[in-house]
């Protein structure tokens, strides 16, 4: 690690090297942990229709999510709420957990992962984002193999 508050971090919604395609969503790097000092990682996610991550849980990390646009499903242990903007939820490593836009549009959230280390696996898994103005490339079975496949190098324990 290196020392915390080394560098100021700007980041730009859709900046390439630092934005990838999800399943429905374009995340963003906000803070990458090289540049925290490995504290933290933090996304902005532009969450389509119907996109979010199947259940699964993080053994090595705590999750923050902020809701500042839009309307989003969490389950999060036994708990299923509807966030809405100005939200946030607090998951705890090792807590099964879900998310969903159900909404008629796209929502947005910032995700916060302590300690770092996340960012690896978006980098790993999911395309960089080109055309951030662009739609979502399509879920298939290929993105959702890789994304079980690379869950146990960065601790992610996928149950669906």
């Given at each position: ?56 849980r993080h053994l090595a990390e705590d ?27 607090y998951v705890p490593r090792g807590t ?6 159900n909404g008629p549009e796209q929502a ?53």
């Amino acid at each position: 690690m290196s020392d915390r508050g080394s560098s100021i971090v700007h980041a730009r919604m859709g900046e390439r090297d630092r934005s990838w395609w999800g399943p429905g969503d374009m995340y963003t790097c906000l803070v990458s942990g090289e540049e925290s000092g490995g504290t933290m990682f933090a996304l902005d996610c532009l969450c389509g229709v119907g996109g979010g991550p199947p259940v699964h849980r993080h053994l090595a990390e705590d999750e923050l999510f902020s809701i500042t646009a839009g309307a989003i499903t969490f389950t999060a242990g036994e708990l299923k709420l509807e966030l809405t903007a100005g939200e946030s939820i607090y998951v705890p490593r090792g807590t099964p957990h879900a998310y969903t836009n159900n909404g008629p549009e796209q929502a947005r959230m910032v995700a916060v992962y302590t300690p770092a280390g996340m960012e690896g696996w978006f980098r790993e898994v999911y395309a960089e984002v080109v055309d951030p103005a662009g739609p979502p490339p399509p879920v298939t079975e290929e993105m959702l193999r890789a994304m079980h496949e690379a869950g146990p190098r960065y601790n992610i324990d996928w149950l669906e």
